[in-house]
């Protein structure tokens, strides 16, 4: 009766892999990726004048996880739970106070089979397996995200992202995102009238490509250009990357200060049971240094309580007035 089930479970990992993605372990053709380094909710931006406004989509994506929802916003200006990637379209008047209007959420790719069915249902190739001669040459990863849906109604359109990992062995990844600007208060680099639109993503590892509806079902796809080493074939059997903001897995100061003063009491506490037995011949308590000390360490602790406890109390009727 086990036996018939063995099928299945050899099937399961493949299932799992199929439904979610492990961002530490991508194995695709025999090779293996990590691109945990690159965990954590990354942004790009796209700007378009729109004459008297300007409209700035920021698309916010975490390979390795759910987005987390940001504090101090609204629940109806950030995307659902689950979401992986998420772009948010904000209006700015040309001239105005700075503050934009949120126009649109659109909850691109991520876990939605609570609510509309979608799953993220990932698709990893590499680019060298690609259809076009110019991917042939090229060194990297195709990650193929899906689940989104908007608006969430039944006249919703489909969303995906497929953001392209390209290796470049001299980029890591993170570049740019360090002190990144996350609204239009950047004045003096752009026109009064606002034609020359600023590049809020200068520098930055990612990249926007383009959003437009594609397919005969005209699903809304997001493309993405991500420049980092971890997309290099070889990479993964390097060192093992963290994911940034992770803590450290050593051991602190204190921590070994601790160990070392145990093993040093312990070291004291064997070597001299050892003497007392070889050189005195003592069995019991007699074999421990200090052995009467120890013993009488409790009662010791127990007697400078009560003195302690009996002074504050002595302190605490002196302090006040009594009555004559």
Known sequence: MALSYLPLLLVLPSAISALTLDCKNIRVDKQSFNLN?????????????????????????????????????????????????????????????????????????????TSHGRGLEPKVTRLKDAGSHEDAKREGLRVELNGGKYPDNKTGKSQKAIIEFICDRDVDGTEGFGDEKTKRDDDDDRDDDGSQLPDLDKGKSLQFVSYKSEGDDQMGVLRLS???????????????????????????????????????????????????????GARGWDLIPHGDTIRDLPYLVKDFAS????????????GGYSAV
């Open 307 to 318: 003195s302690t406890m009996g002074r504050l109390k002595v302190g605490e009727s002196r």
């Open 226 to 280: 991500w420049k980092t080493r971890y997309a290099c074939e070889g990479e993964a059997d390097k060192a093992p990357v963290k994911a940034p903001g992770s803590k450290s897995s050593g051991w602190g100061f204190f921590t070994w200060f601790l160990i070392i003063f145990f093993l040093l009491i312990a070291s004291y506490i064997i070597f001299g049971s050892w003497l007392n037995y070889n050189r005195y």
């Open 37 to 113: 380094a690159l965990a954590g909710p990354k942004t790009v931006h796209f700007q378009s004048y729109e004459p008297p406004s300007i409209a700035n989509t920021t698309y916010t994506i975490d390979i390795c996880g759910a987005l987390k929802s940001v504090k101090d916003v609204p629940n109806a200006q950030q995307c659902p739970g689950g979401t992986r990637v998420c772009g948010v379209k904000e209006i700015y008047t040309i001239g105005g106070d700075g503050k934009g209007i949120v126009e649109q959420v659109v909850p691109i790719a991520g876990e939605f089979t």
